[in-house]
Protein backbone atom coordinates (compact mmCIF):
# COMPACT_ATOMS: atom_id res chain seq x y z
CA UNK A 1 0.00 0.00 0.00
CA UNK A 2 1.40 3.39 -0.71
CA UNK A 3 2.64 5.84 1.92
CA UNK A 4 -0.14 8.32 3.17
CA UNK A 5 0.15 11.60 2.81
CA UNK A 6 -1.00 14.33 5.49
CA UNK A 7 -1.48 17.89 4.57
CA UNK A 8 -1.03 19.67 7.75
CA UNK A 9 -2.40 22.71 6.62
CA UNK A 10 -6.15 24.52 6.63
CA UNK A 11 -5.08 26.48 3.82
CA UNK A 12 -7.90 26.04 0.88
CA UNK A 13 -5.69 27.01 -1.92
CA UNK A 14 -2.89 24.29 -0.96
CA UNK A 15 -5.74 21.65 -0.96
CA UNK A 16 -6.57 22.82 -4.37
CA UNK A 17 -2.86 22.97 -5.86
CA UNK A 18 -2.39 19.29 -4.29
CA UNK A 19 -6.16 18.24 -5.83
CA UNK A 20 -5.16 19.30 -8.99
CA UNK A 21 -2.09 17.37 -9.45
CA UNK A 22 -4.11 14.15 -8.89
CA UNK A 23 -2.23 13.66 -5.09
CA UNK A 24 -4.33 12.10 -2.60
CA UNK A 25 -3.86 13.10 0.90
CA UNK A 26 -5.72 13.87 4.66
CA UNK A 27 -6.02 17.06 6.01
CA UNK A 28 -4.64 17.65 9.47
CA UNK A 29 -4.32 21.19 10.34
CA UNK A 30 -1.08 21.49 12.59
CA UNK A 31 -0.84 24.79 14.63
CA UNK A 32 2.71 26.23 14.96
CA UNK A 33 4.41 29.58 16.52
CA UNK A 34 3.65 31.66 13.96
CA UNK A 35 5.23 34.62 15.68
CA UNK A 36 8.36 36.71 13.83
CA UNK A 37 11.25 36.19 16.72
CA UNK A 38 13.28 39.12 17.12
CA UNK A 39 16.36 39.18 14.96
CA UNK A 40 15.02 36.60 12.68
CA UNK A 41 15.26 36.65 8.98
CA UNK A 42 12.33 36.19 6.74
CA UNK A 43 13.65 33.17 5.21
CA UNK A 44 14.48 31.74 8.83
CA UNK A 45 10.99 32.39 9.79
CA UNK A 46 9.37 30.64 7.09
CA UNK A 47 11.23 27.50 7.92
CA UNK A 48 10.77 27.45 10.98
CA UNK A 49 7.25 27.54 10.82
CA UNK A 50 6.77 24.80 7.99
CA UNK A 51 8.92 22.55 10.21
CA UNK A 52 6.94 23.42 13.23
CA UNK A 53 3.94 22.14 11.70
CA UNK A 54 5.23 19.19 9.92
CA UNK A 55 7.03 17.66 13.23
CA UNK A 56 3.24 18.63 15.65
CA UNK A 57 0.82 16.53 12.93
CA UNK A 58 1.10 12.33 12.72
CA UNK A 59 1.45 10.86 9.47
CA UNK A 60 3.34 8.36 7.43
CA UNK A 61 4.23 11.07 4.95
CA UNK A 62 3.51 15.04 6.38
CA UNK A 63 3.42 18.00 3.99
CA UNK A 64 3.56 21.49 5.33
CA UNK A 65 4.00 25.19 4.34
CA UNK A 66 4.26 28.18 5.47
CA UNK A 67 4.26 31.38 3.14
CA UNK A 68 5.23 35.42 3.93
CA UNK A 69 5.24 38.05 1.65
CA UNK A 70 8.49 40.08 2.37
CA UNK A 71 8.95 43.72 2.02
CA UNK A 72 12.14 45.38 2.97
CA UNK A 73 13.20 42.92 4.92
CA UNK A 74 10.03 42.87 7.15
CA UNK A 75 7.59 40.17 6.49
CA UNK A 76 3.98 40.78 6.43
CA UNK A 77 1.77 38.01 7.78
CA UNK A 78 -2.10 38.23 7.90
CA UNK A 79 -3.10 41.69 8.98
CA UNK A 80 -4.93 42.37 12.19
CA UNK A 81 -8.06 44.40 10.64
CA UNK A 82 -8.65 46.38 7.91
CA UNK A 83 -6.61 48.84 8.83
CA UNK A 84 -3.56 46.39 8.68
CA UNK A 85 -4.63 45.38 5.80
CA UNK A 86 -4.90 48.92 4.58
CA UNK A 87 -1.37 49.70 5.62
CA UNK A 88 0.12 46.67 4.21
CA UNK A 89 -1.50 47.69 0.92
CA UNK A 90 -0.27 51.47 0.90
CA UNK A 91 3.56 49.94 1.36
CA UNK A 92 3.12 47.39 -1.41
CA UNK A 93 1.84 49.76 -3.97
CA UNK A 94 4.09 50.70 -6.81
CA UNK A 95 7.05 48.06 -5.28
CA UNK A 96 8.25 45.20 -5.90
CA UNK A 97 8.50 42.45 -3.15
CA UNK A 98 9.51 39.11 -2.58
CA UNK A 99 6.80 35.79 -1.74
CA UNK A 100 8.77 33.43 0.21
CA UNK A 101 7.46 29.81 0.82
CA UNK A 102 8.89 27.50 2.88
CA UNK A 103 7.53 23.36 2.12
CA UNK A 104 8.23 20.50 4.66
CA UNK A 105 8.21 17.37 3.86
CA UNK A 106 8.67 14.50 7.34
CA UNK A 107 8.36 11.04 6.84
CA UNK A 108 8.17 8.69 9.50
CA UNK A 109 8.13 4.63 9.13
CA UNK A 110 9.11 2.58 11.70
CA UNK A 111 13.25 3.12 11.90
CA UNK A 112 12.70 5.72 9.14
CA UNK A 113 12.70 8.80 9.96
CA UNK A 114 13.26 11.85 6.92
CA UNK A 115 12.67 15.81 6.82
CA UNK A 116 13.20 16.89 3.51
CA UNK A 117 12.85 20.63 3.08
CA UNK A 118 12.91 23.86 0.79
CA UNK A 119 12.33 28.12 0.51
CA UNK A 120 11.11 29.50 -2.56
CA UNK A 121 11.24 32.93 -3.82
CA UNK A 122 9.01 34.80 -6.03
CA UNK A 123 8.84 38.04 -7.08
CA UNK A 124 6.38 40.36 -6.78
CA UNK A 125 5.38 43.43 -8.21
CA UNK A 126 2.53 45.59 -7.47
CA UNK A 127 0.92 48.55 -9.93
CA UNK A 128 0.34 51.52 -7.81
CA UNK A 129 -3.26 51.53 -5.94
CA UNK A 130 -5.00 54.21 -5.41
CA UNK A 131 -6.79 55.01 -2.18
CA UNK A 132 -9.79 53.80 -3.91
CA UNK A 133 -8.96 50.98 -4.83
CA UNK A 134 -7.24 49.93 -1.47
CA UNK A 135 -10.76 50.55 0.47
CA UNK A 136 -12.68 48.26 -2.08
CA UNK A 137 -10.03 45.29 -2.24
CA UNK A 138 -10.39 45.81 1.89
CA UNK A 139 -14.13 46.10 1.63
CA UNK A 140 -14.05 42.75 -0.51
CA UNK A 141 -12.87 41.25 2.59
CA UNK A 142 -10.83 39.19 0.75
CA UNK A 143 -6.93 40.82 2.19
CA UNK A 144 -8.04 40.36 5.75
CA UNK A 145 -6.87 36.52 6.06
CA UNK A 146 -4.28 36.65 3.61
CA UNK A 147 -0.66 37.09 3.73
CA UNK A 148 0.60 40.53 2.75
CA UNK A 149 -3.16 41.04 2.69
CA UNK A 150 -3.83 40.38 -0.85
CA UNK A 151 -4.81 36.88 -3.16
CA UNK A 152 -3.13 36.51 -6.16
CA UNK A 153 -5.89 33.75 -7.27
CA UNK A 154 -8.52 36.18 -5.95
CA UNK A 155 -9.30 39.71 -6.77
CA UNK A 156 -6.02 41.26 -5.60
CA UNK A 157 -4.55 39.75 -8.91
CA UNK A 158 -5.60 42.96 -10.33
CA UNK A 159 -3.12 44.56 -8.77
CA UNK A 160 -0.42 42.62 -9.57
CA UNK A 161 1.91 43.66 -12.48
CA UNK A 162 4.51 41.27 -12.73
CA UNK A 163 6.20 37.88 -11.39
CA UNK A 164 8.96 36.39 -11.74
CA UNK A 165 9.05 32.86 -10.31
CA UNK A 166 6.76 30.64 -9.39
CA UNK A 167 3.11 31.31 -9.73
CA UNK A 168 2.14 28.79 -7.41
CA UNK A 169 3.95 29.96 -4.54
CA UNK A 170 2.15 33.11 -4.07
CA UNK A 171 -0.75 30.75 -4.01
CA UNK A 172 0.82 29.20 -0.93
CA UNK A 173 2.74 26.34 -2.15
CA UNK A 174 5.56 25.85 -4.98
CA UNK A 175 4.19 22.72 -6.58
CA UNK A 176 7.32 21.62 -8.61
CA UNK A 177 9.45 21.53 -5.59
CA UNK A 178 6.55 20.12 -3.17
CA UNK A 179 6.62 17.49 -5.58
CA UNK A 180 10.46 17.14 -5.66
CA UNK A 181 10.56 16.69 -2.13
CA UNK A 182 7.44 14.14 -1.91
CA UNK A 183 9.09 11.87 -4.54
CA UNK A 184 12.12 12.24 -2.34
CA UNK A 185 10.43 11.23 0.43
CA UNK A 186 8.84 8.07 -0.81
CA UNK A 187 5.40 9.33 -2.14
CA UNK A 188 4.40 7.77 -5.91
CA UNK A 189 3.12 10.68 -7.86
CA UNK A 190 0.26 10.11 -10.17
CA UNK A 191 2.56 10.31 -13.08
CA UNK A 192 5.00 7.33 -11.64
CA UNK A 193 2.25 4.84 -11.03
CA UNK A 194 2.01 2.08 -13.70
Known amino acids: ?3 RLVLASQSPRR ?9 AFQVRPAGADEAVLPGEAPHDYVLRVARGKARAVKGEIVLAADTS ?3 GGEVLGKPDGPDDARRMLRALSGSR ?4 TAVCVRRSSGALDVELDAVVSTAVRFAPLS ?3 IDWYVGTGEPLDKAGAYALQGKGGLFVAGVEGSVSNVVGLP ?16 WERA
Open 69 to 71: VVL
Open 1 to 3: MPP
Open 15 to 23: RELLEGLGI
Open 97 to 100: HEVL
Open 175 to 190: LAETAELLRRAGLRLP
Open 131 to 133: PAQ
